[in-house]
């Protein structure tokens, strides 16, 4: 597969009408996306079912509601900046909040390899005679390479946005919104990030190795199919849990397989999870032969994000009395945010997308002999998966998985 460095995972529409165990983003950069990351992940957990299988894309969600908080003034830019965690007490300068997305994005295109597609997108939406502001505007189109579009609302603008988000993720979002959304006639604007990745795996697993063994899930234990191999890996360790790395072709991606220790629970493993954990993780990592076992999955994930993000500290952008959006437009503010994501796991790597909305409106091994028998690592109960870009550390999905698909 050629490699594609445009984003693509519908991963933030927003529709506004009038009345780590890595470096962070970057060096200087006092952006706490992995702290973002878990803290998104751990809320998404608490809102849905129990023992739901559940997958967010944080980069998703931080690039579409940075992108809108570079409009936002006074409590509801520090707000935002507080719950997306981009810098201290008070809100960084908008110049500021561009510049950290601007480098994040570069440092994802780098990560882009032949066998490792990493598309990303971002876009505004217009009605027809909407006045944006041109400052906002411009740092869209500069910071987070958004096109700008003129369209009607309504039906019609359903079905552009969904056409437009179906053809980014690659058919895996075809229908991201659907009736009432757009039908209020205070819509002004719409604004869409996607992501999509398909990045094979460094070392594939064998397809004639792949077979059914016992899943332990909350719900019951069930027979489903494993990926096996035994293999030189690296496995991260703590007293809660152990870490598999598994690099994608290129070395640039990869995904961690955290399996909770039989003591500790997935929830335990949740509440500590933060870029603190994972360094703690990374300075006690562990290299030899290791019996790999695990579940291919597929599943999707719908999250409102309303209840997520407003006790994260942005409660003043989605309350029409004090949103302040001035930098984009006069008397905006969000209505409803949503957010759409799968994932895909199987011998060859891993496919996945996302897609958010938010409407805004008015108002090495030894001599043979000395090797010791490899270290099993069975991911047969619940476990979560991250996957990030390995020199930044940036997490652009984030996920546990209670039942597999059988």
């Known amino acids: 597969m050629k490699l594609v460095t445009r984003h693509s995972s519908f ?17 200087q950069s006092p952006w706490r996306q992995a702290d973002f990351a878990a ?4 809320r998404a957990v608490a809102a849905a079912e129990k023992d739901a299988n559940v997958v967010v894309s944080p980069w998703g969600v931080a690039s579409l509601f940075a992108m809108l908080q570079t409009g936002a003034r006074g409590d509801t830019a520090r707000g935002m900046a507080f719950a997306l965690q981009l810098g201290g007490a008070e809100p960084p300068e908008p110049d500021d909040v561009c510049k950290t997305f601007r480098e994040a994005r570069t440092a994802l295109s780098r990560a882009a390899r032949e066998d490792a597609a ?49 053809e980014k993720t690659h058919g895996r979002i075809p229908n991201l919104l659907a009736p009432p959304v757009l039908d209020d006639p205070l819509t002004r604007l719409v604004a869409v990030d996607t992501i999509w990745l398909k990045a094979k795996w460094g070392m594939p697993f064998e397809k004639d190795d792949t077979r059914d063994r016992t899943f332990h899930a909350p719900s019951g234990d069930f027979e489903t199919p494993f990926l096996h191999a035994t293999r030189d890996a690296e496995i991260l360790d703590a007293p809660e849990c152990a870490a598999l790395r598994l690099p994608y072709r290129g070395g640039t991606l990869e995904m961690l397989v955290i399996l909770p220790s039989p003591s500790n629970t997935l929830a335990d493993v949740e509440a500590r999870l933060g870029r603190p954990y994972l360094d703690r993780l990374a300075a006690s990592s562990w290299r030899g032969e290791a ?33 302040d959006f001035s930098g984009i437009a006069p008397q905006l503010y969000v209505g409803t945010a949503l957010q759409k994501a799968n994932v895909t796991v199987d011998e060859e790597g891993t496919e996945a997308a996302a897609a958010t909305v938010a409407l805004m409106l008015e108002g090495c091994i030894g001599p043979m002999e000395d090797v010791p028998p490899p270290r099993p690592f069975v991911a047969d109960k619940p ?3 991250l996957i990030r870009e390995t020199r930044t550390g940036l997490v652009l999905f984030l996920g546990r998985v209670c039942k597999p698909a059988s």
């Open 383 to 385: 476990f979560l998966f």
């Open 291 to 323: 019996a790999i076992a695990l579940p291919k999955f597929e599943f999707d994930s719908e999250h409102d994000l309303r209840p997520i993000l407003e006790p994260m500290g942005m409660g003043a952008a989605f309350d029409p009395g004090r949103a």
């Open 39 to 42: 803290d998104l992940h751990r």
């Open 118 to 166: 990493l598309e990303l997108s971002d876009s505004l939406w217009i009605k027809p005679g909407f006045a944006l502001s041109e400052s906002f505007r411009a740092r869209a189109r500069d910071a987070f390479d958004a096109d700008v579009r003129i369209t009607n609302m309504g039906a019609a603008g359903r079905k552009a946005i969904n056409e437009f988000v179906s």
């Open 11 to 27: 991963v933030v529409l927003c529709a506004l009408a009038s009345g780590a165990l890595a470096p962070e983003a970057s060096a």
